[in-house]
Nanobody, 124 residues
Framework: VQLQASGGGLVQAGGSLRLSCAAF????????MGWFRQPPGKQREFLAA????????YYADSMNGRFTISRDNAKNTVYLQMNSLKSEDTAVYYC??????????????????WGRGTLVTVSS
């Protein structure tokens, strides 16, 4: 399984970015997907997850409605729309996928396959 995240970059506080993650190597539509991030000097944290069909989503409480996860199974791609960005959103953002089709997509520990990450820098 290969996951390739893209869309990161430098953005001013209050701005928006949309991250993308393309998946290769297995049937994308069979698996949940998730987004995580790792701020500088901090541990990686969970942001959002989406089930295989896109009908169910789950967010970390700290997102406060600013981030939206979605997927396009025809394009083998999951997205993270990020609005009202703040300097504390500066981090490397990772997409991830569980190893098993029947994993609980809300379980952070289920995510075993990881992309290389894309850096988001929010300037204040």
């Amino acid at each position: 399984v290969q996951l390739q995240a893209s869309g990161g970059g430098l953005v001013q506080a209050g701005g928006s970015l949309r991250l993308s993650c393309a998946a290769f190597g297995r049937t994308f539509s069979d698996y949940a997907m998730g987004w995580f991030r790792q701020p500088p000097g901090k541990q990686r944290e969970f942001l959002a997850a989406i089930n295989w069909s896109g009908e169910r989503t789950y967010y970390a409480d700290s997102m406060n409605g600013r981030f939206t996860i979605s997927r396009d199974n025809a394009k083998n791609t999951v997205y993270l729309q990020m609005n009202s960005l703040k300097s504390e959103d500066t981090a490397v953002y990772y997409c991830a996928s569980p190893k098993y089709m029947d994993s609980d997509f809300e379980a952070r520990g289920a995510y075993e396959f990881w992309g290389r990450g894309t850096l988001v820098t929010v300037s204040s």
